[in-house]
């Protein structure tokens, strides 16, 4: 008896070790299975409803086809995950990941499978040809919609105190203090979920394009920086909220989901956010308050100038372990990725925070009402990519930035400083030479 | 009697067989096949990643592909803006925390090695806290601790006090982390203590008693000094949980609000998650360090000074 247990703990030991190898091994290369497919996506709620919806749909058109979703942590540490498996050669027959920056961090030349021969790569809107494409191909086909990052403001409070939706930012300040002033939160932040407070910066990249054209190369080469006009304007805009005495008074440990309810309730008039997630989360937690939602640009000093900052969805990508009839399978599914019939899918599935990327695509009747606001700027072209599609260089401390002008801890200058010594790291993971 | 007994015998043995007592020194009794299976473990599991990490640390490392860069990640290190009040948070949080733990300890252990009613019972509700997950821990003091919403601050708002913003206010944020940090972490210390005071022979005690001692001669001169072992474990242990802590302070506050409760090892956590592979590792390579700097020179102090008494 005595003797029995450890050996019991050496045999389930070796168990152990055996399935692991195993486990090693199976990841990506099941390509004799030409029926199963398997894709990597992230595990927020609403991205894997997005998947469901468009797993059944490809069943229904292509039944002897089976697609396995597996799931990773959104985030940073999704990343790391991302990276491990590629340069393992364990990663699925595909994934589904950022666009831009992100993407660019992947390697694609070195990782993916270029996709600029199929028949579909035409119909992509030529911004998201940029996010995902390298000088030696384009890697991804989108899934999902474009969203902006924007001022996100409640319209029954306007209407009430008959305000008038802003084009430069002293009349943006002027329609928060009125709001204040009634008794209601001026403009409400989330800090308690310190990515949420990146917005001001990074939507106010309109702003920046519309003043110098060339920033972002210009900042790419290490010649443009944060701290010098225009640029430091995104940053002064949050020390300006802050100091002007309008934020909600938890800011500092309000979350997203507060933030949210907060504008949908009427308690509060702005918010500045990715309409994607607004979107998803008025759909979600508060279809009633759909109509009482819309959307403005960041206003920036100049009311000529006055457009949205836009984000690409994200792409689906296949690495080169996917190899043979694996690989056929896969763009075949591809192809119908690319088709009205699946934005069609991803419109049930999901609630949309902008339009689509894909020719042929269309809004559905029931968009939120925040994305038609958005339209009329698609249309007239008073849009420009945010900066991390036009850019590789992202500096990964800007959220903590932010949080700290914001909250009145750090000046908008010392701020902005700070971010531009941020970026030399990026700069140096990457190779160049600042 | 252990030592008189052992001592002959192995006389025995060297005598009997010198030839071979000497090729293998004296000083295995063990022959060297005995010590392969744990020799590859350790090399394996220990001594090949340390020895890489020290080579990482030298390359701009995307997991994909490495660039031997020299010393460019320490240099880099150095720079990084949050580093000096990483440095300087990190060594507040240890010394707090270590010498809170200290202190608390040994009143717990006292408290609970006297005669009281549900002795045990108490014990183990002190213990409690260390058995339970950080993060579980991290995650309810957030709640709790919520400036508004949270209970800490709705009691006090009862009796009229408005509560600080614990663990949002720049100036407040490390010290309510430390102090949840000393709450989870004295059930421990109050262990080691324990055993350290119930080791102290009675006759101590019956002795002082005889002479007159009062309740603080008993403490200060039987109990301060004979428990020194223990107080030396304690330091040491809780002095370098807390320079490489992290866990609670990345599930209570993330470092922040901004940096301002950031620690080196958040610092090289944000970096990793970063993607910076080569220069986090870097960090944990300057961690390492530090750490051995501090605590090596401390222990050998401590431990000469416990052997001179």
Request: aromatic share 10%; charged share 15%.
């Amino acid at each position: 008896m005595g003797n029995a247990q450890p050996r019991r703990l050496a045999l389930g030991a070796v168990g152990v070790v055996g399935a692991l190898a195993l486990a090693g091994c199976s990841g990506g290369g099941d390509a004799a299975d030409g029926g199963e497919l398997s894709i990597y996506i992230d595990s927020n709620p609403s991205s894997i409803a997005l998947w469901d919806g468009l797993v059944a749909g490809y069943a229904e058109v292509n039944p002897d086809v089976t697609i396995e979703v597996e799931t990773h942590p959104a985030g940073g540490e999704g990343d790391n995950l991302i990276k491990t498996r590629l340069s393992t050669g364990d990663m699925n027959d595909m994934f589904w990941y950022n666009s831009g920056s992100l993407l660019m961090a992947l390697g694609p030349d070195k990782q993916l499978v270029s996709l600029s021969d199929e028949e579909w790569a035409a119909d992509l809107d030529d911004n998201f040809v940029q996010a995902v494409s390298t000088e030696e191909g384009l890697y991804g086909v989108p899934v999902g919609a474009s969203f902006a990052g924007a001022m996100v403001y409640n319209k029954d409070i306007y209407a009430e105190l008959g305000l008038e939706v802003p084009t430069t930012w002293d009349e943006f300040m002027a329609n928060a203090e009125a709001v204040t002033d009634a008794g209601l939160v001026g403009v409400v932040q989330s800090f308690g979920d310190a990515w949420t407070s990146q917005v001001p910066v990074l939507g106010d990249f309109f702003n920046v394009t519309a003043d110098n054209p060339d920033w972002a190369d210009e900042y790419t080469a290490g010649e443009a920086k944060f701290v010098d006009e225009p640029a430091v304007a995104g940053f002064q805009h949050l020390q300006d909220i802050h100091d002007a005495g309008v934020l909600n008074e938890d800011f500092a440990s309000a979350t997203y989901d507060d933030a949210v309810r907060m504008l949908a309730e009427g308690e509060a008039a702005h918010y500045p956010m990715l309409t994607g997630n607004v979107a998803e989360a008025l759909g979600a937690n508060y279809p009633d308050a759909d109509a009482s939602i819309g959307v403005f640009p960041i206003p920036g000093a100049d009311s000529a100038s006055n457009g949205l900052t836009v984000w690409m969805p994200n792409g689906v990508y296949v690495p080169k372990t996917t190899e043979g009839e694996q690989l056929e399978a896969t763009k075949e599914f591809l192809t119908w990725l690319a088709t009205p019939e699946s934005c069609a899918i991803q419109a049930d599935s999901t609630t949309l925070g902008g339009p689509f990327v894909v020719a042929g695509c269309e809004l559905p009747d029931n968009a939120p009402a925040l994305v038609h606001d958005m339209q009329a700027y698609f249309d007239e072209g008073r849009t420009s990519l945010a900066l991390e599609f036009l850019s590789a260089i992202k500096g990964p401390s800007l959220e903590q930035i932010t949080v700290e002008v914001g909250s009145g801890i750090r000046s908008a200058d010392d701020g902005a400083a700070l971010y531009d010594q941020d970026v030399v790291k990026q700069a140096q993971q990457l190779g160049l030479d600042w | 009697m252990t030592t008189a007994t052992l001592a002959p015998k192995r006389r025995d043995l060297k005598t009997e067989r010198p030839q071979r007592s000497q090729r293998r020194r004296g000083t295995s009794p063990y022959p060297l096949w005995f010590h392969i299976p744990a020799g590859v473990f350790f090399l394996v599991l220990f001594i090949i990643p340390t020895a890489a990490s020290f080579y990482f640390s030298l390359t701009r490392w995307t997991l994909f592909d490495v660039e031997f860069i020299g010393l460019d990640n320490f240099v880099q290190f150095f720079r990084e803006p949050a580093l000096v009040r990483g440095f300087t948070n990190t060594f507040i949080y240890a010394f707090l925390t270590s010498a809170a733990k200290v202190v608390l300890g040994l009143m717990l252990a006292i408290l609970l090695t006297s005669q009281i009613i549900a002795r045990g019972f108490l014990r183990s509700v002190v213990f409690f806290p260390v058995l339970v997950s950080t993060v579980g821990i991290g995650v309810t003091f957030t709640v709790l601790l919520d400036p508004f919403d949270g209970m800490v601050n709705q009691l006090l708002g009862m009796v009229g006090i408005a509560g600080p913003g614990w663990l949002t206010d720049p100036n407040l944020a490390l010290y309510t982390v430390a102090f949840v940090d000393v709450w989870k972490g004295v059930g421990l210390a109050t262990l080691i203590y324990i055993a350290g005071i119930v080791a102290i022979p009675q006759e101590y005690f019956e002795a002082a008693k005889v002479d007159g001692a009062s309740a603080w001669h008993n403490f200060r001169f039987i109990i301060l000094p004979l428990a020194r072992p223990a107080t030396v474990t304690v330091v040491i242990l809780s002095l370098i949980g807390g320079l490489r802590s992290f866990d609670l302070i990345w599930s209570m506050t993330g470092g922040g609000p901004g940096f301002t409760s950031d620690v080196i090892a958040s610092v090289i956590y944000k970096q990793y998650q970063a993607g910076f592979f080569g220069l986090s590792t870097a960090g944990n390579v300057v961690l390492f360090l530090v750490v051995a700097a501090i605590i090596l020179p401390l222990s050998y102090w401590l431990n000469r000074k416990g052997s001179e008494s």
